[in-house]
């Protein structure tokens, strides 16, 4: 397998690099040279699939070979020990559960297969490797738990100071041992700008190997991709199917386009929006244009210049009638998704993070005008913002015994201010006490 740099498609690497490195030093992004078909039986076949199984054809094909078959295999089943659920809630519309991971949310996928993947790189050479992830929530928590005690890998944790859920602060702050968390006294796009400055900067290189767990590694949408397969499966075969994802960075729904361009017969992917609506407006207009992020109560959604864009127009010709043709998009405030929590909740007696909350509405535009099925992809367990859907519902969703004995330690992080002096300042010293 090979992939090259969205800047420049003559700059090919390996997977091993792209996995280590992140980023091209060009500034693109990682993408696969090829997203190969999958073979023609293979949709036929997947009723009778488990979630691994899917998962390993893909990754036969995609990855043609670049990892031996029986390493694939125990990364699969290490990386996805955890269901996905299906609930229908009415005859056009259902929604698949991808937060019953160790984090509660969809990120557990990129991150386990990431930090499975990368250690096995690792171990072959004895390399070590520091990874520096910003979170808006989700991403470190679900990092967290995927690094935690892999062996010859460090993670560094930044997220912004009272921007994340309380509870998703105790997932950040929980760990220790190989894991340490930074509070950034800024917003989310300090903690992203922290760590760009970070990997260039040549006295820090000096002293670290660096690599990034943010979106921009293709380990994460690589078994992204995955669970857009399961969902054909669940829905069954026989009729249209649009796909409905509440979107940030736009990794996960790049990821649903990969396995689109694999073959997986999707009608319409629906690019769901809070108030940071840049891609909305672009599908609506055709001029991209970066916004300053604005808070939501879908904050890991809170994003104003989409990272994965570049990929998703690289796959979609780079067109905007490409975009026009096979995606959908709406944006939705808070207020609009407070009441959408509040209908599911009335209606089918069923819980939405705010997140898949965003997606339920958009599900709901689409089918004033759409009549395919629609699959939401749920990206967080309800009970990651417990005071949201208590104000909306009057229910306090309980948070699973396995997590809350998890965050039961609480490790004080480190705080600084958003000056790249400082995190610089905060590295080296570590390098020096130990
Ligand atoms: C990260 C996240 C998203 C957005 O996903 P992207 O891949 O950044 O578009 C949506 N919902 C939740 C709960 C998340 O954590």
Redesign the pocket.
């Known amino acids: 397998m090979k992939l090259f740099s969205t800047n420049d498609k003559n700059n090919t690497v390996s997977l091993r690099h792209a996995v280590l490195n992140a980023f091209p030093p060009d500034g693109g992004l990682y993408m696969p040279c090829e997203l190969p078909q999958l073979y023609t039986g293979f949709f036929r076949e997947i009723k009778n699939l488990h979630f691994t199984e899917i998962a390993f054809r893909v990754c036969e094909k995609l990855l043609s070979g670049a990892i031996p078959d029986e390493i694939m295999w125990s990364i699969i089943q290490s990386s996805f020990d955890f269901p996905i659920k299906s609930t229908r809630l009415d005859t056009s519309l259902c929604v698949q559960e991808l937060?019953h991971g160790p984090s509660l949310?969809?990120?557990d996928f990129g991150a386990r297969f990431m930090a499975h993947l990368m250690s096995y790189y690792l171990k072959d050479n004895d390399e070590k490797r520091t990874v520096l992830v910003a979170t808006?929530?989700?991403?470190g928590g679900?990092a967290a738990a995927g690094f935690y005690d892999v062996p010859n890998i460090e993670l560094i944790i930044l997220y912004p100071s009272g921007k994340v859920s309380a509870l998703q602060e105790k997932q950040l702050c929980c760990w220790g041992n190989n894991i340490h968390t930074i509070e950034i006294e800024g917003s989310f796009d300090d903690c992203q700008r922290l760590v760009k400055e970070a990997f260039l900067d040549k006295q820090l290189c000096r002293s670290y190997t660096f690599s990034s767990a943010n979106?921009i590694n293709i380990a994460r949408l690589i078994p992204?991709s995955f669970y857009y397969f399961e969902a054909y499966k669940n829905a069954g075969i026989e009729e249209d199917l649009s796909i409905c994802?509440?979107?940030?960075?736009?990794?996960?729904?790049?990821?649903g386009l990969m396995a689109y361009k694999m073959g997986l017969p999707v009608k319409h992917f629906i690019a769901a929006t809070n108030s940071n609506n840049t891609f909305t407006s672009y599908y609506k207009s055709g001029v991209y244009q970066a916004q300053a992020p604005v808070e939501t109560i879908?904050n890991?959604?809170d994003?104003g210049d989409?990272?994965?864009y570049p990929r998703l127009m690289f796959l979609l010709g780079s067109t905007w009638n490409k975009v026009k043709e096979i995606m959908r998009s709406w944006s939705h405030n808070d207020k609009d998704t407070r009441n959408a929590i509040k209908e599911v909740w009335d209606k089918y007696n069923y819980l939405l993070?705010p997140?898949?909350a965003v997606a339920y509405l958009s599900a709901r535009e689409y089918h004033k005008t759409h009549k395919a099925k629609v699959c939401i992809v749920s990206?967080?367990h309800p009970c990651?913002f417990q005071n949201t859907i208590e104000s909306c519902t009057g229910i306090s969703p309980e948070i699973p015994p396995r997590l809350a004995s998890q965050i039961s330690q609480f490790i004080k992080p480190a705080k600084i201010q958003p000056s790249f002096e400082s995190f610089r300042d905060l590295l080296l010293d570590r390098t020096r006490s130990t």
């Open positions: 937060y949310a969809f990120k808006s929530g989700d991403t679900a979106s992204q994802v509440p979107s940030g960075n736009f990794g996960n729904i790049t990821a879908s890991a959604m994003v989409p990272s994965n993070d997140h898949s990206t967080a990651k």
